[in-house]
């Protein structure tokens, strides 16, 4: 099938006070129509800055490399307003904090209708149709009340279903959703997952889900790419990813979460902090913290490559293969 | 209404933009012109080309080589007298500013402190201040006290005190209910142990960019005041007191002007100034070098 | 004597113009000593209340705190009394919990004497050079920042730590970190440990006994093995269903339906019911109290009896022939 978002060697560096520095260096994948796609990483690994980056929304300054192909255009290299024609009605993004994305001051309904008025031309009655469908679609109970509602008025979950309604509004083909969870109760982000889970199998809604949380894309996610210090250090099926992992990275990652089966011995931390972008260690970024490096991992960055079975690693040692 | 997707808030964008403040344009244009003002005030009897006070002169000459601003109604060399002025103005403005601060700090640490009924008082007083415009009050304060530059500068303390005790009020509010205060009270701190080690020293940044942007506002009041005639008293060579007299001969326009545009810069660098300490200080922009990275 | 009591305490925040809301209504929690116990529930259940009540920082309307047998009053202006230092507080947020003004070590001082070489002792405790005393906290990463908030929370030589959600905002490797030091500071200090979370892995590996909150009272205690193998109470069952596991097999967890309600105007009786699968009619109308079911379990549930056999809520409901709702 043919892939609905592809990326191709994605660099940002950002001015900061300590010069320059180099973010995101060199990131490739796809995405396929229909498919929840997981990015994974700690802070600083660039995961949030490489979709800022396809919409545009870095801050001034900012140098962007690579390409990012999308229904047939190059994202990085629209001109601003066509780009902003995209990620109003093809591309929509939801962040951490719903109220980032919805205006305090203006109710539910406004928000939603205004938005397909203006990108789908509907009359005000039909706009006011659609925005009902969309609150019913992520089951806000009591859809027409809440039309009349302001954001304020609902609770954490809630605002965030609604910053998902704005999102879906104009029928988007891809949704980008920074840790749409992390600051949700564990209840209620489970309703969240199903909801994304629902709006893909139903809409056919491709979604980008970047988050810290493996247990949240080992919930939904069809493929994983594993960030570290501004790169790709591992990808492939969750499945694969998650149950068998090849990089020292992943597994590491994996042993430091609480596990059912072993709550009786202490986790297994990774010593050291992810590295300061204004601080990538040479060679492989990971081997100041990785029991398997060797001096190759010093010295020369591992290239991902494919591994077989849609995966793919950048990793000189591969000790886990 | 609302961008389809809107920006999500980059908090630290103002610096990671633009670097340390101090290499911001402005920045650089408000410091220029303070410290220019500032050595004009300390070397004026070097600076000042004649005596401000001699009518030694042909009245109302235009600017030439000989007096570049030219002259004033009375022969006196206009340019002299807008750099005597700066000695009046700036000192009197730093004076008063450090006055203000002082007594609306105390008030306000007071109030924040106390809380209850002192902060109560306080703040009824500052609100009654702050319901009458500046420039009225100072005039009645002056009015009432008698008209001069002393009792001018003691009406803008007057005018001027309430927003430092607002601000320091807040903040000792808010900075009191930080985790790091409680965690030192926890250890043992008396309250005010606390209130000297741990919040005021984390509150004067904001206060001293507040006094900074208050320059501007004391020399404007003073020069206001002085323009009305209620501040300094002929002959003293002060800006306000200088564009009033100017505006009666409006064919001589150099008379006003430029002691007006001594007041414009002076005014416009502390205003630049203050809005760049600010940027340093403000939380909002402040930024930590590990959590831009995502 | 146990080391930090809490008896049926009560929190409530007035609120100008509106109604006092009660925060915490009726709560009551024993640590004892070198114990952890792990304080779960949804934002908004009363949880940091409690805990801001448990060291005195905010005052409890009603009820009875006891720190190793004496009473813990609120803050004053005054300092603490001497013995109420060694019952400490580590808070959730390292970057606002530490003076950005101050270096490090005297910010630990603050905690007691013993000077530099105390403060190096401190350091090397939470695994940190003794060098970091002489530096700002913006030059350390969460992770390096929730170790010297543990430091200082140490230096007062404490028997009893309350620790809010300390692991909240820290990335996963520094998550399990902080974590292993906080268990072995227990077991090699002898500590007490109170550790509020939302996060029940991480409360799971940690903790000896969890205790589960629900708008401003406690649903279910037990100790953790126990809790995780049969939970009795169907919010807990609940809680533990919507945790997502990272093993890849694509499992989506559980949502629990409905929200926290606004605790200013509490449902009726079981405070749970309106959520709950199980209710029957006498949910809505009497208010469980928390009973032992079995010697070391406590739930406050209908569905479950003392000294009944425990089961989880759903063969409970099975048994009693409550028909359980289906979303």
């Known amino acids: ?321 | ?294 | 004597m146990s080391a930090l009591e809490l008896h049926d305490v009560e929190v409530t925040y007035e609120r100008r113009g509106r109604e006092s809301v009660r925060a915490v209504a009726g709560a009551s929690l024993i640590v004892e000593r070198g114990q952890i116990v792990g304080l779960v529930g949804e934002s908004g259940c009363g949880k940091s209340s409690l805990a801001r009540a448990a060291v005195g920082l905010v005052k409890a309307s009603a009820g009875e705190i006891h720190f190793e047998g004496r009473e813990v009053a609120p803050l004053t202006r005054r300092a603490r009394p001497r013995e109420l230092t060694r019952l400490q507080m580590v808070f959730q947020n390292p970057y606002s919990s530490l003076n950005p003004r101050r270096k490090i070590g005297s910010q630990i001082a603050d905690g007691g004497g013993g000077g530099r070489k105390r403060v190096a002792e401190l350091l090397e405790l939470v695994g940190l050079p003794p060098n970091a005393a002489t530096r700002f906290p913006h030059q350390f990463s969460g992770g390096q920042r929730q170790r010297i908030a543990i430091a200082r929370a140490l230096a007062a030589d404490p028997s009893v730590i309350v620790l809010d959600e300390p692991l909240a905002s820290l990335d996963a490797s520094a998550q399990a970190q902080i974590a292993n030091l906080l268990v072995n500071l227990s077991r090699e200090l002898g500590l007490s440990l109170l550790l509020i979370s939302h996060d029940l892995a991480i409360v799971r590996h940690v903790a000896d006994v969890v205790s589960v909150m629900y708008l401003g009272v406690m649903v279910e205690t037990a100790p953790t093995r126990s809790l995780w193998e049969v939970p009795l109470h169907p919010y807990t069952e609940a809680l533990i269903g919507a945790v997502p596991l990272a093993d890849g097999s694509g499992f989506l967890p559980e949502a629990l339906p409905g929200e926290v309600p606004d605790p200013a105007h509490p449902p009726s009786g079981c405070r749970f019911h309106p959520r709950c699968p199980y209710a029957f009619e006498r949910c809505p109308r009497d208010e469980p109290p928390l009973l032992p079911v079995t010697e070391i379990r406590r739930a406050a549930c209908w569905l479950q009896e003392p000294g009944g056999p425990p089961a989880r809520p759903a063969e409970r409901a099975a048994q009693l022939g409550v028909a359980a709702r289906v979303e």
């Open chain 1, 1 to 321: 099938m043919s892939k609905l978002l592809e990326v191709e060697g994605l660099r940002v560096s950002l001015p900061t006070s300590e010069g320059r520095v180099t973010i995101v260096d060199g990131v490739d994948y796809a995405v396929e129509p229909g498919e929840v796609f997981g990015v994974a990483g700690e802070s600083g690994s660039g995961k949030t800055i490489s979709m800022l980056a396809l919409l545009g929304l870095l801050p001034d300054g900012a140098h962007v490399g690579g390409c990012a192909q999308f229904g047939g255009r190059d994202l990085l290299r629209l001109p601003k307003r066509a780009l902003r024609d995209v990620s109003g009605r093809d591309v929509a993004m939801v962040f951490q904090d719903p109220m980032t994305s919805l205006h305090p001051m203006l109710s539910v309904g406004k928000q939603l209708t205004e938005h397909v008025r203006r990108h789908l031309g509907l009359s005000k009655d039909e706009a006011e149709r659609r925005a009902l469908e969309l609150l019913e679609e992520v089951r806000i109970p009591g859809p027409r009340s809440a039309l009349h509602a302001y954001p304020h008025q609902f609770s954490g979950g809630m605002r965030q279903r609604i910053a998902i309604a704005v999102a879906l509004a104009c029928g988007p083909k891809l949704l980008i959703a920074d840790e749409p969870t992390t600051a949700l109760d564990v209840t209620v982000q489970a309703g969240i997952l199903r909801l994304l889970d629902r709006l893909r199998r139903e809409n056919d809604l491709s979604v980008v889900l970047i988050t810290h949380d493996l247990g949240v894309l080992s919930s939904i996610a069809d493929r994983i790419s594993i960030f570290y210090a501004g790169r790709v250090v591992e990808s492939g099926p969750r499945e694969d990813v998650l149950q068998t992992p090849r990089h020292p990275y992943t597994k590491a990652l994996l042993d430091a979460l609480p596990h059912p089966e072993a709550s009786e011995r202490p986790l297994v931390a990774i010593e050291g902090a992810p590295p300061s972008p204004a601080r990538i260690p040479s060679g492989c970024a990971f081997h100041p913290r990785c029991p398997y490096a060797t001096e190759q991992s010093r010295v020369e960055v591992p290239p991902l490559v494919e591994i077989g079975g849609g995966r793919r690693l950048a990793c000189h040692n591969d000790p886990f293969a």
């Open chain 2, 1 to 294: 209404m609302s961008e389809p997707l809107a920006l999500p808030r980059f908090r630290r964008r103002p610096r990671l933009r633009l670097g340390p403040a101090w290499r911001q344009p402005l920045a650089i244009a408000g410091a220029t012109i303070a410290v220019a003002w500032f050595l004009i005030a300390i070397f004026a009897p070097l600076v000042a080309p004649y005596d401000p006070l001699a009518q030694s002169f042909t009245p109302t000459q235009a600017p030439s080589g000989a007096h570049l601003f030219g002259t004033d109604e009375l022969g006196r060399d206009v340019l002299s007298r807008v750099i005597f002025g700066a000695r009046i103005t700036i000192p009197i403005a730093l004076l008063l500013v450090g006055l203000a601060a002082a007594i609306g700090g105390l008030l306000g640490a007071v109030a924040g402190y106390l809380r209850g009924i002192a902060d109560g008082l306080v703040m009824r007083i500052a609100d009654l201040v702050f319901a009458f415009p500046p420039i009225i009050l100072a005039m009645v304060v002056t009015a009432v006290l008698g008209r001069g530059l002393r009792n001018a500068a003691l009406a803008i303390v007057v005018v001027a005190w309430p927003s430092y005790a607002r601000v320091v009020r807040g903040l000792v509010l808010s900075v009191g209910d930080a985790e790091y205060v409680q965690s030192a009270r926890l250890l043992g701190a008396s309250a005010r142990r606390a209130l000297f080690r741990d919040v005021l020293p984390n509150i004067a940044g904001p206060v001293l960019v507040l006094m900074t942007l208050d320059l501007a506002n004391a020399t404007l009041l003073l020069s206001g005041l002085s323009f009305l005639g209620l501040g300094a008293q002929p002959p003293h060579p002060e800006w306000g007191s200088m564009v009033a007299t100017g505006t009666q001969y409006f064919q001589f326009w150099w008379m006003g002007t430029f002691p007006g545009l001594a007041i414009f810069t002076a005014v416009l660098a502390f205003n630049f100034l203050g809005d760049s300490l600010r940027d340093v200080f403000d939380p909002q922009t402040a930024w930590r070098s590990e959590d831009t990275q995502d």
